[in-house]
């Protein structure tokens, strides 16, 4: 994940170092959404109001309460268009939905022609329950019960990657009571360990997932699978991280893959391996997160991805296989913002006379625990009144109201020096693995889901109320 820079970025010494960058010079910069980081349908009215999907940010709050996330279904769709098109074929592209699932969701993806990865029998029985089209849902996770392969197998899901010869087992005893002959694909580790900006080739390949290629598990999972009566082999699969924005760690994965592939052809021959067809290189196309972050256009990616794959393909004298991908982030991040209500503010004095202003909202680490897990950055700004000119802008740690002092939303923004409780405030860019990682920590409910387009909101998931709180208790 993104990791804070080691000091300060300006030569402000009345700020201690601080990631928010240098304090905004007007009350438009304070007020500015980025384009490249606020959702395509997100406006600042000349009152000073931002409007999401053309609907006031005031009567969301005032219709749906706070904390809430507000998605703008067109920037999701046209997310999801803009992958299928890059790729060149909408089943390529599966929707990783760990990033963000409910029902709507899954029926836009399926309605925009893309697959999806399900990696639970929840996530699973979501897919299914809203109708998704078997043939384009895959399975992953690397300790699937026999309970979810039976289920997914009942289905008759389009691919099963699988992870462990344990599994490549259980898949095939599975497959073969229920008269199957599952697809499945297998999960290379290729010893590549993608981070945020970078990549690290790791010398041992020491994490849960996948099959070795380095010490041979790859090479033996296929020839199981291969023997096996109830799985045919459709493609492999590696998965080298998230929120990455250059294409270095997918130009070596995809070397080693197809060299397992070139390996493969030498061993089995071209025949037994006909239904192989398949490259997938995962998910973790970068997004951006602030104005400074850049990350490649789906397009570009994808023309890299295809270029590698031709090169590696022609070098070992293999077939081109189809390149499939896995994006999560990339789809359902940008698009969605949280909205919270400013309850209390605090002015910290801190060493060397500088101070902090902490703002605490009605949410926090229960609806977005990214920043106290990764130290992740977003942009913050408030948008429910305008900023007159001559307000200045103070250094602010937007907290939420969880019993700890990590209980971080965003640690360092500008916001206006105005500020006051009843404000509200939007975070960019929580479309993924906000909701999806939500906890009730303290209790809280987990906060509502809504979709907006052209002008009109509507309930995707409704918050919890103080009844859900005693749904699991037995003693009632
Ligand atoms: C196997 C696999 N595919 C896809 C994804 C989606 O990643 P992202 O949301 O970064 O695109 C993940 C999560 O990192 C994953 O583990
Ligand atoms: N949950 C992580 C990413 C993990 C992706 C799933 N393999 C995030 O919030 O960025």
């Known amino acids: 994940m993104r990791a804070h820079p080691a000091g300060p970025r300006h030569a402000d010494v009345l700020v201690p170092a601080n990631t928010a960058g240098a304090r905004p010079s007007t009350s438009d910069d304070l007020a500015q959404l980025h384009p490249g980081v606020w959702p395509r349908n997100a406006a600042r009215r000349a009152d000073g109001v931002v409007e999401l999907g053309g609907v006031d940010v005031r009567e969301l709050a005032e219709q749906y309460g706070t904390p809430l996330f507000v998605v703008d279904e067109d920037d999701f769709r046209s997310r999801c268009a803009e992958h299928a098109a890059a790729f060149g074929e909408a089943g390529a592209v599966h929707y990783a939905s760990k990033a963000f699932l409910s029902l709507d969701v899954a029926r836009w993806v399926a309605e925009e022609g893309l697959g999806i990865d399900v990696c639970s029998g929840g996530e699973l029985a979501i897919a299914l329950r809203a109708g998704f ?22 289905a008759r899901v389009g691919a099963v990657v699988v992870d462990s010869y344990l599994e490549i087992a259980r898949l095939d005893q599975v497959a073969r009571e229920h008269g199957v002959r599952q697809p499945v694909l297998i999960r290379v ?3 590549v360990e993608a981070h945020t900006h970078e990549f690290i080739a790791t010398a041992h390949e020491d994490q849960k997932f996948g099959f070795s290629l380095a010490g041979g598990d790859a090479a033996e999972a296929a020839r199981r699978v291969l023997k096996s009566e109830g799985l045919r082999l459709v493609g492999l699969h590696s998965h080298i991280g998230s929120q990455i924005y250059d294409a270095d760690g997918f130009e070596i994965a995809a070397h080693r893959v197809v060299g397992l592939l070139a390996e493969l052809h030498a061993e089995h021959g071209a ?7 398949t490259v997938d290189l995962g ?17 570009r990616l994808a023309e890299q991805l295809r270029e590698i794959v031709r090169r590696e393909c022609a070098a070992a004298n293999l077939p081109v296989p189809r390149i499939a991908v896995e994006p999560g982030r ?11 209500e400013v309850g209390t503010t605090k002015e910290v004095v801190l060493g060397g006379g500088a101070q902090r ?21 977003y ?6 009144r305008t900023v007159e000119p001559e307000t200045g802008a103070a250094l602010s740690r937007v907290v939420g109201k969880h019993c700890e002092s990590g209980d971080v939303v965003v640690r360092d923004c500008w916001l206006p020096a105005d500020l006051a409780p009843g404000d509200l405030l939007a975070v960019a860019a929580t479309g993924a693995y906000c909701y999806a990682m939500a906890n009730g920590y303290n209790r809280l409910p987990r906060p509502a889901v809504v979709a907006v387009k052209d002008g009109r909101a509507r309930l995707m998931l409704r918050r919890e109320t103080e009844d859900d709180l005693f749904r699991l208790e037995a003693s009632l």
Do not use: F, Q, W
């Open 271 to 277: 025949d037994s391996l006909a239904d192989l067809s």
């Open 133 to 154: 089209p078997v043939e384009r849902i895959a399975l992953h996770g690397n300790n699937k019960s026999v309970a979810e392969l039976t289920a997914a197998v009942r």
């Open 189 to 191: 580790t290729v010893g």
């Open 283 to 299: 998910g973790g196309l970068g997004i951006a997160y602030t104005p400074d972050d850049d990350p490649p256009p789906p397009a």
């Open 379 to 384: 942009d913050c700004r408030l948008v429910s």
């Open 357 to 377: 202003r902490y703002v605490s909202v009605d949410g926090g680490m229960s609806d977005n625990i990214r920043t106290a897990l990764y130290d992740a950055v």
């Open 330 to 340: 990339a789809i359902a991040g940008p698009g969605t913002v949280t909205l919270y």
